[in-house]
């Protein structure tokens, strides 16, 4: 499938065959057939996705592919599985799935336009006009259609679907459901496509059994399998944001309204005690926490914050019961069915809310809670401290066939030399006769592509002057190459002062921040400018593709070692002390190679790139963990002198319109 002449080359243009592609396609073909767990690291440019998209649709077996993204995920089922089946001449049913959050719930959406009726200002032209006229003409039911409806929009928010709010067959909708249908085509196909958010939901669930979210399958593989443990851990804990409370009271306080007057009225005397409860419990904790992510301890709060609490608690059960009690009504008074089990699933919620609460008080010993502040709402939650001991069960032990893919899974060495034992520690993969680890270099020519450069007469990152000196090297830095650079910060403090220090157009450039606008919209902004210089923090670090000479520059403030306040990370540092081992050896370096590694990639793309990687935190050079980090990188030329870096951008081959971009 892959020599020259096969069906890959005469397909594809300016295809070529690659050692290290083939490599990775047997290797996920081996544990296809052999039921493996594979852990591989295929670096930039080896084609991973071709490499196990061929093996997969030749297997015969149920495969589900999972990726970091909804983007990638509808990359893989729109662009790349097309592609790769006219190539090899198969028809493998296929099919795409998202979140459930993601389509149309038909029942919640009628519900909200009866409710609608009494109310002004859903005249034409309305948002819900326009999702009713959608309505009529989708096949999927997919949201993300509707290109003017945007994911935080409370109308989407009140009709879309999610575990919590379907009924089932109960449901008068059930037969022409979308997600109905989504499953139906997912039961009959052999290939399904989601993202590491879905297919974490439903393992947490209940696993991959019939009768869930996902059909039952043969294997899985987990493309950008380095992200699986931050995102797996989300739904083995608990959370429960004020904002959900807020939203669930409203639906209450709306189903109850339609009872009779006084009935009414008592219902909407609870609601209102209950949203008073909520909000001063949500503030109380909110005023006594700094903004972002901390460690909650249930068993410190204050005597008025626990009176709330248990106020709140209350109220959501009594809420619950006349839930319930309604929804009998309304089946004994005129047999309303459907409504009777909305008002189930509805009380169930408030049921479920209740637990969440209870279990960030009250955590389980293998669980760390906390307690989020920010945008204008407040979470609470648990998360497990070690995935391993729930993965192998639920996944590894369960799954006849894994397989775990990124261009980031070694935090030392790389082909021969990689060692995959921290992601082995951190999913908890047992070293056994299942277990296949390949480690597939990048074929770009990093030494000729790319210079890094290590400068050492920078302050420490801790130094007060550290912002000011490093900003002044940066401007250097975009002077040389003029300009077309990523400025990737660890921070949002950094990055605010990052862009403060360069002014508004550095060097007579344009300059782009993370949060002037959506992502896509500044990638597409800066490809199309090609001299931009774009300054951003974590969300840029990975995912972000930009080829050719649009991006020649890539400046990493500083090591991207995990924040140590942060509960969980002081939580898996504890254990591993526990166990007897360094917790700064042992996790955080390896971590941190593994960022500086996505960060560091999102240079060189392809063949023709050239630029230059540039790290102004002198630890790496000065502190013996930097060995370590710098083993993990492409073995790029590596420098600490600017003139260096002026040379070798001099070197460059012309841009597209004939003169140096230096």
């Known amino acids: ?118 109310h002004a200002g859903d005249g034409p032209g309305s948002e819900l006009e326009e999702l009713g006229l959608w309505t009529l003409r989708t096949r999927s039911g997919d949201l993300n259609e509707l290109s003017s409806f945007a994911e935080d929009t409370p109308l989407r928010r009140r009709v879309a679907s999610g575990t ?37 939901a439903d393992l947490a669930l209940r696993g991959p059994h019939p009768g869930h979210v996902l059909p039952d399958y043969d294997a899985v593989i987990l493309d950008e399998a380095h992200r699986i443990e931050d995102v797996a851990a989300g739904f083995f804990g608990s959370r429960v944001r004020s904002s959900s409370v807020e939203r669930w009271l409203a639906e209450v306080q709306t189903k109850l309204a339609r009872a009779g007057e006084d009935a009414g009225r008592a219902a909407g005397s609870l609601v209102e005690r209950a949203r008073t409860a909520q909000r001063g419990f949500f503030a109380r904790i909110a005023a006594s926490c700094a903004p972002g992510r901390s460690e909650f301890d249930g068993a410190s709060l204050g005597r008025e914050e ?76 648990t998360t497990p401290v070690d995935l391993g001991p729930i993965l192998a069960p639920k996944l590894l032990d369960v799954v006849p066939s894994v397989a775990l893919l990124s261009a980031t899974l070694c935090s030392e060495g790389q082909g021969d030399t990689a060692s995959f034992a921290y992601v082995r520690q951190r999913l908890g993969v047992e070293p056994s006769g299942r277990l296949i680890e390949l480690s597939v270099p990048s074929p770009f020519e990093f030494e000729k592509q790319c210079l890094l450069y290590l400068p050492r007469d920078l302050p420490a990152p801790g130094d007060a002057e550290f912002l000011d000196q490093a900003s002044e090297r940066v401007r250097e830095l975009i002077g040389l190459t003029g300009g077309g650079a990523f400025v990737l910060t660890t921070s949002l403090a950094s990055m605010r002062g990052f862009a403060t220090r360069l002014g508004p157009r550095p060097l007579g450039l344009n300059l782009l921040v993370q949060g002037q ?72 370096v390896p971590e941190a190679a593994i960022a500086l590694k996505q960060g560091f990639g999102r240079l060189i793309r392809h063949r023709q790139d050239r630029g230059v990687v540039a790290l102004l935190d002198g630890r790496v050079q000065s502190k013996g963990y930097g060995r370590r980090l710098l083993a993990a990188l492409p073995p790029a030329s590596r420098t600490d002198e600017l003139e260096r870096v002026r040379a070798f951008v001099h070197s460059w081959p012309p841009g597209p319109n004939g003169t140096s971009r230096a």
């Open 517 to 588: 606008g959506p992502k896509e919209a500044l990638l597409d902004e800066f490809r199309s400018d090609r001299d931009a210089v774009l300054v951003a923090t974590a969300s840029f670090w990975e995912g972000v593709d930009v080829p050719g000479d649009a991006l020649r520059l890539v400046i990493l403030e500083k090591i991207p070692f995990a924040v140590p306040t942060d509960p969980l990370v002081r939580a898996r540092g504890t254990l591993l002390e526990e166990q007897g081992k360094n917790a700064f050896s042992h996790l955080a």
């Open 306 to 381: 626990r009176a709330l609490y248990f106020e709140l608690d209350d109220l959501l059960s009594d809420l619950g019961s006349v839930l319930v009690d309604r929804a009998a009504s309304d089946v004994g008074r005129d047999g309303d069915r459907a409504g009777s089990e909305a008002l189930l699933q509805l009380s169930r919620r408030g049921e479920g809310i209740r637990e969440q609460l209870q279990a960030t008080l009250e955590p389980k010993a293998s669980h760390v809670a906390f307690v989020e502040v920010g945008s204008g709402e407040v979470s609470l939650g």
């Open 1 to 118: 499938m892959f020599r020259a002449g096969g069906p890959l080359a005469l397909g594809l243009n300016d295809y070529e065959p690659r050692e290290g592609q083939v490599a990775v396609a047997k290797a996920v073909e081996r544990a296809l057939a052999e039921d493996g767990i594979l852990i591989c690291e295929a670096g930039t440019g080896i084609g991973k996705t071709l490499a196990y998209l061929v093996p997969a649709l030749l297997s015969g077996r149920k495969v589900v592919i999972s990726t970091a993204t909804r983007t990638l995920q509808e990359q893989i089922f729109h662009r790349d599985l097309p592609l790769v089946q006219a190539l090899l001449g198969t028809n493998v049913p296929a099919v795409l799935m998202k979140g459930l959050s993601n389509y149309l719930c038909r029942r919640r959406h009628a519900e909200h336009v009866l409710e609608s009726m009494h």
């Open 164 to 200: 919590d709010t379907r009924i089932g067959p109960g449901c008068p909708y059930f037969d022409d459901c979308f997600v109905t249908q989504m499953r139906k085509d997912a039961q009959a196909a052999q290939l399904v496509v989601v993202n590491h958010h879905l297919f974490f």
